[in-house]
């Protein structure tokens, strides 16, 4: 047993009127269903500071929830297997649910802990975060061996200079074969990012891999703003399956970035399992998804 965490975080206008146990999955997103209900029974979930038994209960837009989970280990996040690792960098296919470093929703295990955490035992000292990915999207994720790694990717980061892939799996049939989705960002009420003339200028580059009900798609941002692909992909009409926040949901969210270039680096992060199987559901075989990423096999 570890000493518990207490996890915080504010319901967003996306939330508004769900049940708290649902609420509690999306806004907490390493707690599965079944355990926010023990911990609502057992009087572990508060609302706006109020003990809530119920798990129907519905929760508005802009109250806190606090999970006190004296059950949960400090820092117990899921192995993280390394696509690449040389004498400067170390890149990880970062798993849902993780937060790529501590946020305010959740303090511990995260990404950046766990690697931390192995370092250490290696007798090496601890990664410097260079770039984050939402925690609900998988794959690749770099981080820097020194500060001299990290100054380097870091800059290659802010000035565009990084070639980031991804693959997602969205609602309807997206109609072009390519295009770029061009919209700027700023960040909105409950933690939403929303699209504002006066916002920070933001580029896609979509291109449509096979159409249906269900389209497979390849994604390149241009610039690297918070949610920006969920934003810009729900505003074209085509939310990502799987986005609660910004589609229908309800998850997993099927954003997965596959490749990584930066300098002398380039790291391909195998898809999950979770996308493999929901591709298939949508008529989409495994040997599709690698000739859409440019992976033999």
């Known amino acids: 047993m570890g000493e518990g965490m207490t996890t915080r975080f504010r319901v967003d206008r996306g939330l508004d009127g769900t049940r708290l146990d649902v609420a509690i999955v999306q806004g907490a997103p390493s707690i599965s269903r079944r355990r926010a209900r023990r911990l609502i029974a057992a009087g572990s979930v508060f609302v706006g500071g ?7 209960r519905v929760v508005r837009a802009g109250q806190e929830i606090r999970i006190e989970d004296a059950a949960a280990p400090a820092a117990a996040v899921p192995d993280l297997p390394h696509v690449h690792a040389d004498d400067d960098v170390i890149v990880i296919n970062k798993p849902a649910g993780v937060p790529s470093a501590p946020t305010r929703q959740q303090a511990a295990g995260t990404a950046h802990e766990a690697l931390r955490q192995w370092l250490r035992a290696q007798g090496q000292a601890a990664p410097h975060l260079v770039h984050r990915l939402d925690a609900d999207t998988t794959g690749a994720l770099l981080f820097a061996r020194h500060k001299a790694a990290a100054a380097e990717h870091s800059a290659r980061f802010a000035e565009g200079r990084v070639l980031r892939g991804y693959i997602a799996l969205v609602e309807g049939a997206v109609a072009t074969p390519s295009t770029v989705l061009d919209a700027p960002l700023a960040q909105g009420p409950g933690g939403r990012v929303v699209i504002d003339a006066a916002g920070k200028p933001s580029q896609t580059v979509l291109t449509t891999v096979l159409r249906g009900p269900i389209s497979l798609v390849l994604l ?3 610039t690297g703003r918070t949610h920006q692909l969920r934003v810009h992909l729900a505003a074209a009409g085509h939310p990502i399956v799987g986005d609660a926040r910004y589609g229908r949901g309800p998850g997993p969210l099927m954003l997965h970035a596959y490749r990584l270039v930066a300098g002398p680096v380039e790291a391909f992060a195998p898809v999950p399992a979770a996308f493999v199987e929901a591709a298939a559901r949508a008529g989409f075989a495994p040997p599709a998804l690698a000739v ?3 992976v033999a096999g």
């Open 292 to 294: 859409a990423m440019g």
């Open 50 to 56: 109020q003990r809530v038994r119920v798990q129907s």
């Open 220 to 222: 390149r941002p241009l």
